[in-house]
């Protein structure tokens, strides 16, 4: 089982930058498949970026490629989220989520642990 817990978040203008954080509990943390989600509201969480165990494959949402970046520090049981050009459109709840071994995919559902999340807020 793993504990994540975010940080990073808060306001910035569009067009501004965030670094997002995720660290996470135990020992097993580089055995661990890692992804970014975002909830706005009254909006379904959606699929943001993830990382493979190694760090060696990356994914995103096309909403986000090219101004997100997504790394993982296994030594430090740490995934960031690096996020330039943000835009109001990028204002969400941002949740850090786990999956024990393989990429789980853009479903929410498939991954098995979550954070509690850190709120993003983009003004314009």
């Known amino acids: 089982q793993v504990q994540l817990i975010e940080s990073g978040g808060g306001l910035v203008q569009s067009g501004g930058s965030l670094r997002l954080s995720c660290a996470a509990s135990?020992?097993?943390?580089?055995?661990?498949?890692m992804a970014w989600f975002r909830q706005a509201p009254g909006n379904e969480r959606e699929f943001v970026a993830a990382?493979?165990?190694?760090?060696?494959?990356?994914y995103y949402a096309d909403s986000v490629k090219g101004r997100f970046f997504i790394s993982r520090d296994n030594a430090k049981n740490t995934v960031y989220l690096q996020m330039n050009s943000l835009k109001p459109e990028d204002t969400a709840v941002y949740y850090c989520?786990?999956?024990?071994?393989?990429?789980?995919?853009?479903?929410?559902?498939?991954?098995?642990?979550w954070g509690q999340g850190t709120q993003v807020t983009v003004s314009s």
């Open positions: 989520a786990a999956n024990y071994g393989s990429y789980a995919g853009v479903h929410r559902n498939a991954w098995s642990y």
């Open positions: 990382i493979s165990i190694t760090g060696g494959r990356t």
């Open positions: 135990g020992r097993t943390f580089s055995m661990y498949a």
